[in-house]
């Protein structure tokens, strides 16, 4: 988390735990809590300031999701730079919801979730 106020929200949402850092501090205590190994999965919607250590995180075969750059450009990355057995995607909304059927679709399916509960 960027900031110590979205923590409750993480937390409420089920999170085991939630480590508040900024500028990509934060590798040491997630191979803490990760007894070495890394994470499974990285979300990283901030870009340059994260990006590199994002990929540092991760496990054997872990997924790191980029969902854009917030606060600046991704560098460009040599194929070696990626740490190996891991995949990087940059899902985009366009490429899986292609026609406005399948939006109303998703968008129905998403909204009856919701007043599930």
């Keep these: 988390m960027s900031r110590l106020e979205k923590v409750g929200a993480a937390t409420g949402a089920g999170a085991d735990h939630v480590l508040v850092s900024t ?32 990929l540092q995180v991760l496990r054997a075969h872990g997924t790191m999701v980029f969902h854009g750059p917030l606060t600046g450009d991704v560098p460009t990355l040599a194929m070696d730079e990626i740490p190996r057995s891991t995949r990087l995607t940059y899902p985009q909304t366009e490429d899986h919801v292609r026609t406005p059927e399948v939006l109303r679709a998703r968008a129905a399916e998403l909204f009856a979730l919701v007043e599930k509960g």
């Design 23 to 54: 500028g990509g501090a934060f590798v040491e205590s997630v191979r803490g809590l990760t007894a070495g190994e890394g994470v499974h999965v990285v979300c990283d919607g901030a870009g340059a300031t994260t990006f590199a250590t994002s």
